[in-house]
């Protein structure tokens, strides 16, 4: 009996082991990464966000590696181009803002780690008079802890035309 109830506490261990809890799921085959919300890169690019509402890049290139490469709407710059660029929308916009920020950084199987966000941009034209918004997403590629690309990507038609009186 005793060696009955042995084999029984030995058996119901094993097999609590083995039982998955309910939040695990199985990496399906097209599954290659992992997505953090709240670590440390994501905040690193709100930051950057909120620096950009602010007015404010101070400190904004310790992001960047020193061969960085920055593209806006596929036009290749440098992070610092694109920065003094977006700060000189200011001389054309006012009241600008970034509403319904998403953030995450996604962590490739293959090593490879990005930082995307999303949100709409609102600014109002000194020109025109006329509020846009313009949904945008941005990439940031990360190598050693320095963003070494950076893509924003966003319809620039109706800022443009906004921009100056005709």
Sequence with gaps: ??????????ASFLSSCTQVGENHFEKSEHHFGTVEVGDAKST???AFNDAYIANDMTGQYELFAENAVANVNGVET??????????QG??????I???ERVTG?????????????????????NATGVTIDSPVQASFK?????????????????YIVNMGAD
Aim: proline letters at 1%; hydrophobic letters at 40%.
């Design 1 to 10: 009996m005793k060696q009955l109830l042995s084999i029984l506490v030995l």
């Design 44 to 46: 690193a690019m709100d």
């Design 142 to 158: 990360w190598e050693n802890d320095k963003v070494v690309e950076v893509n924003f990507l966003y319809d620039s038609h109706d």
């Design 78 to 87: 440098t992070p610092a181009a694109m920065m003094e660029g977006f700060l």
């Design 97 to 99: 803002t970034n509403s």
């Design 90 to 95: 200011r001389n054309f916009y006012t009241d």
């Design 105 to 125: 950084t996604f962590i490739i199987d293959n090593g490879e780690i990005y930082t995307n966000t999303w949100f709409t941009w609102t600014g109002k034209s």
